[in-house]
Every structure is written in C-alpha cells, then in structure tokens.
C-alpha cells in the first residue's frame, strides 16, 4: 500500500519520516481530527501490513512509538470520556452478557442499517463499502492479538470466533476475502487500504479503536468488550444490509458476505459476549469496566460515524472525502 495523502503538519511530518527517517517528530501537533487520526493509523499500519518504501523495521522504531503513544493518550482519554454515559447504561450488579446487552441497546438516534436497506442509492452504497473496507479488508486482525493474552476458556472462545473469522480452514471463506468479493462485484478497488484517502476521521476512529485495544495487553478487557459489542450489533444489521444490496440488485457476492454475517453473527454474539467476555471476567474481574468500556467505544464510535454518513447524504454530499489525483513521480 502506498503512503497516504497528508492531512495536515503531523501527518505530512511523518510520511516524510517513513519515506527517509530523518525529520524530527517531537513538537510538531496534529492540526486537527483529521490529521490525528490519519497519523495515527499510519503508526498502527506498521503492524499490519506496512507501506511500500518503509522499511519494515520501522514499526519498533523508538521515536515514532513515542509519536504514538502521544496520539494515543489523547485519543484514550476523549473516548473514556464520551463512552462513559453509555457504560452507565450497564447494571452494575448485572451478569457481564447483560451488561454488554444493555450497552449495545444504546438508542444511538440514527439508523444507517434502515436507511441502506430501504432508502440508499447505489453510489451511496458504494460509499458505504468503501468506508467499511478499511476494516473489513482485515476483518478480525485486530482482536487477533488478544489471542497470546487470554488463557483458559477465554482463549478458547476467542480462538473459536477467530476461526469462523479467517475461514473455517478454507481460504475462499475468509471474511476479508468474502469482503473483496463484494466489492469487485460493484467495481470498486478491493486492494488493501485502497480508499483510506477518501474515509473521514470518524472512519479511520473506528479502527484506530481496535488498533489501540489490540495492541495494547493492558486493554485486553476492552478489545473483548468491544469484539462482543461489534458481533452483538452485526446479525440484524447486516440483514438489512442484504435486503438494500439486494433492493439494488448489487450482485450476488454483496449479498453473500452480508448472508454470511446474519448466520456466523448470530452464533458469534453469545460466543463473544459468554464465552470470551464472561469468562474473561471470571478469571480477571478487575477487567470489567474495560470490557464495558471497550463495548461502548464501538457503540459510540459507530453512532459518530452512521451519524456523519447519514448527514452527508441528507445534505446531498458525498461521505468520501474529495482528494487530489496522486502526482506521478
Ligand atoms: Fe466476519
Ligand atoms: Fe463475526
């Protein structure tokens, strides 16, 4: 994958910095929103898949670690802070699969499942997949790292959920390949972090959530809560997805990567709910408010986001950012 387009001093600091090494990351402050949250999936893009022209050893590079924990200090602390009127919502005497239940019951006044499934157009559809790509082409890497962290019934849950994920042992059933077929059915780039130009902040906050909790062992709590709150929202959602896909007539591999979801999510709820966040809880139950926490960050972060896209459409905009053609070099 190439570099991304800058969107601001830090960003354009750092990509300068991935490409030779030398300038100095240390004062210079993301301009806003945009500019954060695109450096710091730069920063986590290092574990994944990296970029053409960085040198792979860059993901341990002491000076952009520092970079990132910075981000990431500020990035954690605003979402404790917005996802705390969502954690209260959970009983404080109630079974952890309660909790989570009433967390991801939220009324997060918006529904974009509705709209797609009865009201998008199919450029807005497109839209919709292109923002989801940048998740989906890696479906379930993020929670993967909280594998070597969980042990007993937890890590077997987990493993479980991660093995429907990546496949059931059949390469051509891999999620993020499932996903890649849905979009070259509609023409769309299903190359790896092909659209990340074109998603706003509120898209790359989405990831760059599981990327923090993922990479982190001591938010082990809240990669599961959030993983258990992303399959407990999945089923019913990705049926209307599958009715507007098929409302539009999108093509046959559209509607079976959402089929698949109805099915596997539905199984996946409880698994991620009972048996990775119950017994996760049981074995460590300082990890509680985390798992909570970890729950209402994707409820939070997914309103913000079907709360953006809704409004650009209603405005009769685009979702995508507009972005300059890339200078031949
Ligand atoms: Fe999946
Ligand atoms: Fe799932």
Known sequence: MELPQARGALSATLSDALRDGTPDLSSVEPDDEEDLHLSLWMLYELH????????????????????????????????????????????????????????????????????????????????????????HLKESDPAAWAVPRLEGPAKVALAELQ?????????????????????????LDASYGAYVDRVPAYTLAVNNAMSLFGLHRRLRGAAMGHLAAFEMTSSLPCRRYLQGAERLGLGEPVGHYFDEHVEADAVHEHLAARGICGALVEAEPQLRPDVLFGAAACVHLDAVAAQQMLDAWADGRSALRVVRDREVA
């Open 48 to 135: 994944y898949r990296g970029f053409d022209g960085v040198d792979d050893a860059r993901e341990w590079d002491p000076d952009l670690l520092t970079v990132r924990a910075r981000l990431e200090g500020r990035f954690e602390s605003d979402l404790r802070a917005a996802c705390r009127p969502i954690v209260e919502l959970a009983d404080a005497r109630g079974s952890v699969p309660d909790q989570l239940a009433a967390i991801t019951a939220y009324d997060v006044g918006v529904s974009l499942p509705n709209f797609v499934q009865r009201e998008a157009s199919a450029d807005q559809y497109l839209e919709f997949l292109a923002q989801r790509s940048l998740y």
């Open 163 to 187: 093995y429907d994920e990546y496949g059931g042992g059949r390469p051509e059933r891999l999620h993020s390949r499932l996903f890649a077929e849905a979009m070259e059915a509609c023409r």
